[in-house]
């Protein structure tokens, strides 16, 4: 892959009180297992931990004292501005993000490196996701979405076109694009879809390289009116800026009215038949 001197990158990563102890260790020892290891892992612990979660970065920190940096922050801000805070600490241009609960496998930095190196243009690189139930080999279903630039235009007219725990992407170009901003959910569509009608190239690597971990709580979150008005609500705002067309945000609307109201059998379904590949 060339002189890797040349392909420093940061991890960066967001905590809060309600993780578990054991899903951190396994995040963030897969970063460490990287093939192309990271020049930094920003932590941005957003507000308080418990003792537990404080430990285990403790630990790590004495560890890796020169790799891991911790950014505290007094209260919970919420992820979108707690990442914004962390971005401001990432050191080099490349950053990756990654979640406090899932599993990086060990090539997908490399390879996201590899497709920078290729093409200069790029400013987000992202990947498929393998969701997986309790145990990381229990894969249930795949996250496809497209790979092409052009695609990921067309896509994100309604849905995100990126698995946010796999984007990896060029610093000044988010800031540049306004950060992930003030939303308190679903402000990675709303920076992507900022980031893409700016100009900004994309791709996405077509392959999975994250597991994603997934229970019946995610289903009951997508659920919860706070979640369906909040996508609504980002979907209206990038409507405003003329991103997409009154169409496609009647579609966006309905279907998330939808799931709301319908029962889980029925999101289930949908979800398995509709917006997954299962394994």
């Not at 077509?206 to 980002?234: A, G, H, M, P, Q």
Request: proline letters at 3%.
């Amino acid at each position: 892959m060339g002189n890797r001197l040349d392909q420093k990158y940061s991890v960066l990563m967001s905590l809060y009180y309600k993780e578990k102890s054991e899903y951190l260790t396994k995040s963030i020892d897969s970063m460490l297992e990287q093939t192309v290891k990271p020049d930094e892992i920003i932590i941005v612990k957003d507000g308080e931990l418990t003792q537990e979660l404080e430990d285990i970065l403790s630990i790590y920190h004495r560890k890796f004292s020169s790799l891991i940096k911790l950014v505290p922050l007094e209260t919970n801000v919420g992820l979108g501005k707690a990442l914004d805070i962390g971005l401001n600490y990432c050191s080099n241009q490349l950053v990756a993000r990654m979640d406090t609960d899932d599993i990086s496998l060990p090539e997908r930095c490399e390879k996201q490196l590899k497709m920078f190196q290729e093409n200069s243009e790029l400013s987000i690189v992202g990947a498929m996701i393998d969701e997986f139930y309790e145990k990381p080999s229990n894969v249930v279903s795949s996250r496809v979405v497209p790979t092409s630039h052009k695609d990921i235009v067309a896509f994100i007219k309604r849905r995100s076109p990126f698995n946010h725990p796999t984007v990896m992407f060029k610093k000044d170009a988010v800031i540049s694009s306004g950060g992930y901003g003030n939303l308190r959910r679903k402000q990675d569509l709303d920076l992507f879809s900022r980031m893409i009608n700016k100009g900004h190239k994309a791709a996405n690597i077509d392959e999975s390289l994250l597991l994603f971990r997934s229970n019946e709580d995610n289903f009951k979150r997508r659920k919860s009116w706070s979640y369906c008005k909040s996508y609504i609500d980002v979907q209206y705002t990038i409507w405003r800026r003329g991103h997409c067309s009154l169409i496609d945000l009647m579609v966006v609307t309905s279907g998330q009215l939808f799931m709301f109201v319908a029962p889980m059998w029925m999101l289930k379904y949908f979800s398995s038949k509709y917006l997954r590949q299962q394994k």
